[in-house]
Nanobody
Framework: QVQLVESGGGLVQPGGSLRLSCVAS????????IGWFRQAPGEEREGVSC????????DYADSVKGRFTISRDNAKNTLYLQMNSLKPEDTAVYYC???????????????WGQGTQVTVSS
């Protein structure tokens, strides 16, 4: 049974940092693309970052480039998102998800975690 469990969210001041984790079970990160999405109230779910299963290449939304870093530890079957220089507009529920590829449309992703809340506010 595929399961994704996120953690690491919380309240942080603008300019601060958080690291999100996503522990995967029931499948191997070696053979699947895995990524982070976020959804703010009243907004569409948007892709934040993704790691390809083919070559390990990474991709980022323009809004987080240079501030967020995605990584994975295959031995621990865990995905991470290091978020630096956080802004109020980064406030959202953050989800990890897995799919066959790094699809831009969230509806093409197969399995989702329950999400973790990130709030950036002074």
């Amino acid at each position: 049974q595929v399961q994704l469990v996120e953690s690491g969210g919380g309240l942080v001041q603008p300019g601060g940092s958080l690291r999100l984790s996503c522990v995967a079970s029931g499948f191997s990160l070696d053979y699947h693309a895995i990524g982070w999405f976020r959804q703010a109230p009243g907004e569409e779910r948007e892709g934040v970052s993704c790691i390809s299963s083919v070559d390990g290449s990474t991709d980022y939304a323009d809004s987080v480039k240079g501030r967020f870093t995605i990584s994975r530890d295959n031995a621990k079957n865990t995905l991470y998102l290091q978020m630096n220089s956080l802004k109020p507009e980064d406030t959202a529920v953050y989800y990890c998800a897995t799919a066959r590829g790094c699809y831009s449309d969230h509806r093409s992703w197969d399995y989702w975690g329950q999400g973790t809340q990130v709030t950036v506010s002074s």
